[in-house]
């Protein structure tokens, strides 16, 4: 068997989880026939994930993953979906019953994996990967007095962070995923235009909760020049940042831009760093001067925690799980030799 995931060079929370979480839940894989293909947690109904994964004559089962970033694989009609991350890829795949939530919710089966202590007092910040660029967030957290996660540290670390945690101010999908799944409140913001209202909305519309990001200020000169340039080439033929509509576009326009989107092989911008020129002289220079940056950002974090916080109704997430878990019992009866 085969589980499909993506694999950052550098680590992603969301991404990583699948490690942790598979081996456990289904621990007999390596008995699972050869031409079985699971599709696990993250954005991976998309063609770049599957460039590498030979799909033709395979069992292709997905549990609990979701679209956001590209176009959806070639045949994906005829994969069999036990659950997606909620209706806006339900809508996309015409398959809306499949619309349960992201399957990072089976955290709630495995409490071993993030143990609780004995004092839970944190307030946790975690930014989006792509937002560490350029940036002071650990400064602005520390100073915010806030515990700053990052999303690409190992997913053990960052569980037993959330084991301390009374509350997760985040920018990362997944930060908010894991918080309510182990039901710590949570806020979310966002500060990079790289952010996908897509997933989030996605994925909030499985829980029947709203997206309503606090919008945070950057910490840095360049991060701010950086976010420019994203915003800027939105008007640029072929470079489609992921966040360029509103948190409240309503579900027909998500869909609709999707759609526009992704109709032929457009690509995302994947990072925008200053030019090899402007790295060698400026950025030696310019953090000197992003003080003030930094405890602005600080301040509104502040501000943030004080705000109003989230958490799903326990009975709409306690069926979440349930519905995760006959999916997964499905799944292993579905491929058991």
């Known amino acids: ?39 696990g947690i993250g954005s991976l109904l998309d063609t770049d994930r599957f460039r590498d994964v030979d799909t033709a004559g395979k069992r292709v089962f997905v549990l609990g993953s979701g679209a956001a970033y590209g ?20 809508k996309l795949i015409h398959r809306p019953e499949a619309a349960i939530t992201d399957s990072a919710a089976l955290l709630a089966t495995l409490p071993e994996l993030a143990p609780r202590a004995a004092k839970r007092d944190a307030i946790l910040f975690m930014p989006h990967h792509r937002t ?6 650990q400064k602005a957290a520390e100073r915010a007095g806030m515990e700053f996660v990052d999303p690409c540290g190992r997913p053990e670390r960052i569980l037993e962070a959330y084991g301390r945690a009374r509350l997760v101010v985040t920018e990362a ?87 526009k989107r992704y109709a032929g092989e457009v690509k995302l911008i994947d990072s925008v760093p200053a030019s090899a020129g402007v790295k060698a002289v400026v950025k030696r220079i310019i953090p000197l001067f992003d003080g003030p940056a930094t405890d602005r ?10 705000g109003p916080q989230w958490l799903s109704a326990e009975t709409i997430f306690q069926d979440k799980v349930e519905q995760l878990q006959a999916a997964v019992d499905t799944f292993r009866q579905a491929v058991a030799s």
């Open 1 to 39: 068997m085969r589980i499909v995931y993506y694999r950052d060079p550098v680590g992603n929370f969301g991404d990583d989880l699948n490690e942790l979480i598979w081996p456990r839940l289904i621990p007999e894989t390596a008995q699972v026939p050869d031409d079985v293909i699971l599709v």
């Open 71 to 90: 176009r959806l694989p070639d045949g994906y009609q005829d994969w069999t979906y036990l659950a997606v991350r909620g209706p806006l890829t339900g």
């Open 132 to 137: 560490l660029v350029n940036s002071h967030w």
């Open 173 to 259: 999908m997944h930060g908010a995923i894991v918080a309510d799944t182990l039901r710590i409140p949570w806020i979310p913001v966002i500060i990079s235009p790289e952010v996908s209202v897509f997933k989030w909305r996605d994925w909030l519309g499985s829980i029947g909760l709203p997206y309503r990001p606090v919008n945070l200020p950057p910490t840095a000169r360049l991060e701010a020049f950086r976010y420019d340039r994203i915003t800027r080439l939105t008007e640029t033929d072929g470079q489609v940042p992921s966040g360029s509509l509103s948190s409240d576009s309503d579900d027909d326009a998500l869909i609709a831009d999707f759609q």
């Open 297 to 306: 950002a600080a301040k509104a974090l502040r501000a943030v925690a004080q």
